[in-house]
């Protein structure tokens, strides 16, 4: 159980552009998505944290206009990386947890390629 | 602040045990985990300790001393599938989000 799904699992796209990714609980009420990046070698730093039906909490330096994140249901986040550069290429990955639950499942993440 | 130290790097051969050290300076204590990543794939959860001592899992045990800010993940029998990176992860405060150090890349080797 607790699994996690991403989509697309990787993606590449052009500069300037949008691209969403959608990370999804199935079979499980996520009352707590995250979202993390992590670059070549180093360590996954958190982006965000998102309740349900509220606004998500950005960490520092995390720009909140560039990564918008949109909690819509328990089951469905997405995070979508507006305007992208090539510095944002990376790894994105989500992760969920419920309710008083210890740990958190993480998606298998999300490769974004931007040239 | 939060800080979080392992090895970047270790190298064990197959059979052995190797322990991975990790270290924590952080503004609270609510958890500590241990996770596997394999290159280009998310990170599997592997261990969870909250209190002070051993917990055994199969090959893998996990090891807290929360007075030293101390903990090491501990694999016995090695397999060449357990080379992977090991990230150490602390839950600061009361909720569940977690601050990950660099991990450390093992290299398990025939």
């Known amino acids: 159980g607790a699994v996690v799904s991403q989509h697309p699992s990787w993606v590449i796209c052009k500069s300037g552009t949008s691209v969403k990714i959608e990370c999804r609980s199935l079979d499980f009420q996520a009352t707590t998505m995250f979202w993390y990046r992590q670059f070549p070698k180093q360590s996954l730093m958190l982006m965000a944290t998102?309740?349900?039906?509220?606004?998500?909490?950005?960490e520092q330096g995390v720009e909140k206009d560039k990564f918008l994140i949109n909690h819509a249901s328990l089951t469905l986040s997405t995070l979508t990386v507006t305007s992208a550069h090539p510095e944002d290429s990376s790894f994105y990955i989500c992760?969920?947890?419920?309710?008083?639950?210890?740990?958190?499942?993480f998606g298998p993440g999300t490769r974004l390629t931007v040239l | 602040g939060q800080n979080i130290d392992q090895p970047t790097e270790m190298t064990a051969t197959e059979g052995a045990i190797v322990q991975i050290n990790c270290t924590y300076q952080t503004s609270g204590f609510n958890g500590l985990f241990w996770y596997q990543q394999h290159a280009g794939e998310a990170p599997t959860f592997l261990s969870y300790?909250?209190?002070?001592g051993l917990e055994e899992k199969g090959r893998f045990s996990s090891f807290l001393s929360r007075s030293k800010g101390y903990s090491y993940l501990l694999l016995k029998e090695l397999q060449m599938k357990d080379s992977a990176s090991y990230l150490c992860?602390?839950?600061?405060?009361?909720?569940?989000?977690?601050?990950f150090g660099k991990g450390t890349m093992l290299l398990v080797s025939p």
């Open positions: 992860a602390v839950r600061p405060g009361g909720y569940s989000t977690l601050t």
């Open positions: 998102s309740n349900e039906g509220s606004k998500a909490t950005y």
């Open positions: 300790n909250v209190l002070d």
């Open positions: 992760s969920a947890s419920f309710g008083d639950s210890q740990e958190q499942f």
